[in-house]
């Protein structure tokens, strides 16, 4: 499990799931914990064919969860050093900048506004909350931070976007993008 360490180990980490993601390959790691046993006794406890231990073994090795060493004509199985030692947390989360590598964050953003926005006009105000939630987020990038807008002034700014303003403000004060005191509307975020 120690090659599971960054994002350019996500496969290795995806492995470590998978390996335990079977109930048979859990109780080969909790028989392995009590003491290291060969695949013969392990096919026996269980009741299962040598092959299927063999697969199951062989997964559990492969995701650094179990090692073996040779006695005779057995190999001999246990749990890895320190296989165990991570936290879940440590597994599965990375630091974002490695995560920037991964995934395109704002993709689904990206695409969102592609679609609901046609030459800097929104053609329409999508239905479903969280494309409407981006398109708002898009809209209100519009308000200065800190600054008190009239009424008249939010529906200027909006119109230039589209014609259903009194819509867009409701929302806006809806999703908490923006407080309104006496006509006076102010950007939260």
């Known amino acids: 499990m ?4 960054g994002p350019q180990n996500l496969e290795a980490r995806a492995e470590v799931f998978k390996a335990l993601s079977h109930p048979v390959r859990l109780l080969i790691l909790n028989l392995a914990r009590i003491r ?3 695949g013969e006794e392990l096919a026996a406890i269980l009741g299962l064919n040598q092959a299927t231990i063999s697969h199951h073994l062989s997964k559990l090795a492969q995701a650094g969860l179990v090692e073996s060493e040779k006695s005779q004509y057995y190999q001999i199985y246990s749990v890895a050093r320190g296989a165990f030692a991570k936290r879940l947390a440590e597994i599965t989360f990375f630091p974002e900048p490695g995560l920037a590598l991964w995934v395109k964050e704002d993709a689904y953003k990206a695409k969102v506004l592609r679609t609901f926005f046609r030459q800097g006009r929104l053609i329409r105000i999508p239905a479903q909350l969280k494309k409407r939630q981006i398109v708002l987020r898009r809209l209100v990038e519009e308000f ?6 009239s009424e008249r002034e939010v529906n200027q700014i909006l119109v230039e976007f589209h014609d259903d303003v009194a819509t867009l403000r409701r929302e806006f004060i809806g999703q908490r993008l923006m407080h309104r005191e ?8």
Do not use: V
């Open 2 to 5: 120690s090659r599971a360490t």
């Open 36 to 38: 290291p046993r060969h």
């Open 144 to 149: 200065e931070r800190g600054r008190a807008y």
């Open 182 to 189: 006496r006509g006076s509307y102010r950007r939260l975020d």
